[in-house]
């Protein structure tokens, strides 16, 4: 198991940007997927972005993509979630998550992060 512990929330104008980081600890392998997920008010988690450790691969959801940016940094056990032209429906808090493959689906992923919560007001 990995231990994640997101940062960088926070309240922003709509338009406005956010920069989350998200730092892992133990043991880490190159074949884990690291995602970002979302849950808003009233509404269930669902899928933001994900990125593979061994093929920089990436992949977004349709309401992200083209604004939200995931990238890594294996050397710091770091992954990023660049947000820009941030819009009211981003508000939500936002979780960092490990897996054992690259793919989309929650419960594929098992390691989790305690979340950070955005606002973006209108």
């Known amino acids: 198991q990995v231990q994640l512990v997101e940062s960088g929330g926070g309240l922003v104008q709509a338009g406005g940007s956010l920069r989350l980081s998200c730092a892992a600890s133990?043991?880490?392998?190159?074949?884990?997927?690291m995602g970002w997920f979302r849950q808003g008010p009233g509404k269930e988690r669902e899928f933001v972005a994900v990125?593979?450790?061994?093929?920089?691969?990436?992949y977004y959801a349709d309401s992200v993509k083209g604004r939200f940016t995931i990238s890594r940094d294996n050397a710091l056990k770091t992954v990023y979630l660049q947000m820009n032209s941030l819009k009211p429906e981003d508000t939500a808090i936002y979780y960092c998550?490990?897996?054992?493959?690259?793919?989309?689906?929650?419960?594929?992923?098992?390691?989790w992060g305690q979340g950070t919560q955005v606002t973006v007001s209108s």
């Open positions: 998550a490990a897996g054992g493959a690259y793919h989309t689906a929650a419960s594929r992923f098992d390691s």
């Open positions: 133990g043991r880490t392998f190159s074949r884990y997927a």
């Open positions: 990125i593979s450790w061994s093929g920089g691969s990436t």
